[in-house]
């Protein structure tokens, strides 16, 4: 049990530190371990979803290696929910891949990833509404802002600004949910809310191993504030 534990610790380390190379594969290494040794825990599986949404997330585009670490996500994050519907990593992680994995598998996947996106990312919503920088509120709104309105879907801006609003009220100096809600605001006809956060954005310093995620926020706010 201590063992575990620890061996828990060391993959949160490694899957913080996800930009040094090997470490994402170090940490499913020894989540793949775990799993073997507590068949039952549904948080290992949690974690392995997080791990393999950060290898698709470093993966190129379009490749063959970005969709399967995406479904490897979604499997492991199936996995997690089937053992503990409730579960917060499980639901959060698995949505999140499935939502990237239906990108990659085009628009039609897309659309039918909508309806279990939602509801695991609501899930998460009710269970703690702060998990990863206000993550299910990021994601519903950025669902409610990306997705086709009716009668083809779900796209509702208003619905996007009140998750995105709150986000950015839970976890304000996380760049990323300034990003969303000023992309929001532009869709909305109102770059001038917008432009205070994209220069947050733009003069916050990149956070010392993710600069690589950062960076991307950073870009895309000063290409907006042009």
Known sequence: MVQSIVMLEEVSKLIDSRETAGSLEK?????EKLKAENPEKDIIRGKLSSAFFYKGLF????????????DNGVKYGQEAITLNPRAVYGNFWYASNLGYLGMCRGALASLASIDPFKKS???VLKENENFYFGGPHRAIGRLYHQAPGWPISIGNKNKAFEHLEKCVQLAPNFMNNRLYLAELLIDMGKKDKAVEHLNFCKDTALNPGHEKEDGVYKEQAEKLLK
């Open 27 to 31: 940490a499913i290494e020894l989540l």
């Open 59 to 70: 993966s190129p585009e379009g490749t063959r290696e970005r969709e399967d670490a995406f």
């Open 121 to 123: 990312m609501e899930v």
